[in-house]
């Protein structure tokens, strides 16, 4: 799963998500992957009516090639 982040103006930063940041994907579930945390996320964004980046956006938001 590629790295997706929000697009600037919708009203929130960027947030990083990933086994590198928390292994319990819940209280007493260990993570298996990135994957949850990622689909996690973007459900949240979504769900506060907000856009996901693609992986190209945010490869501009944050000034990468």
Do not use: D, H, W
């Not at 103006?9 to 994907?25: F, S």
């Not at 945390?37 to 000034?63: M, S």
Request: glycine content about 10%; charged content about 35%.
């Amino acid at each position: 799963e590629e790295s997706k982040a929000v697009k600037p103006g919708c009203g929130t930063e960027n947030r990083r998500v990933g086994m590198e940041e928390n292994v319990m994907y819940t209280r007493s579930v260990p993570a298996k992957s990135n994957v949850r945390f990622v689909e996690r996320a973007e459900r949240v964004i979504e769900e506060y009516g907000k856009q996901v980046a693609t992986p190209a956006e945010a490869r501009g938001i944050l000034g990468l090639k």
